[in-house]
């Protein structure tokens, strides 16, 4: 009995001090931004840990008639800036991405979006951006 209990207590000692304090892996998505476009549509998707990045999309829309959704969540850190330009490069919407927030507008008669251009400084948090084509008209 005693020669059980000793060898349970070995590998005890064994299993516990061959643990380690690794690193979290983090999920493949993490600093990958999604995005998805289509005539009238554009959608941005990034869930974000101290990512640095600068991107310009190209976009389609054929009405000033617009509707933005941008939803900043989990956000820890870093900035970011997100500017909607028509093709002379003149800004349509410009919001500066820090903080948690929240926002959902319409728009029209500012002109037709040509480019999306976001980029990040060591951002942390997560952010969903929808621009489409209202149907207000």
Known sequence: ??????????????????CTDDEIVKPPY?????????TDAFAYTLTAEYFTSTAGYDVTFTSDSLAYSLIISSYFSGIGNLDVKDSSGAILYSEILQGNKVISFTQTDLGI????????????????FALAKSNSN
């Open 30 to 38: 993490y600093n990958t931004p999604a995005m998805s476009k289509t």
């Open 1 to 18: 009995m005693k020669k059980v209990l000793l060898l349970l207590a070995i590998l005890t000692v064994i299993y516990f001090a061959g």
């Open 113 to 128: 979006p040509k480019i999306i251009h976001i980029d990040f400084d060591h951002f942390t948090g997560s952010i969903n």
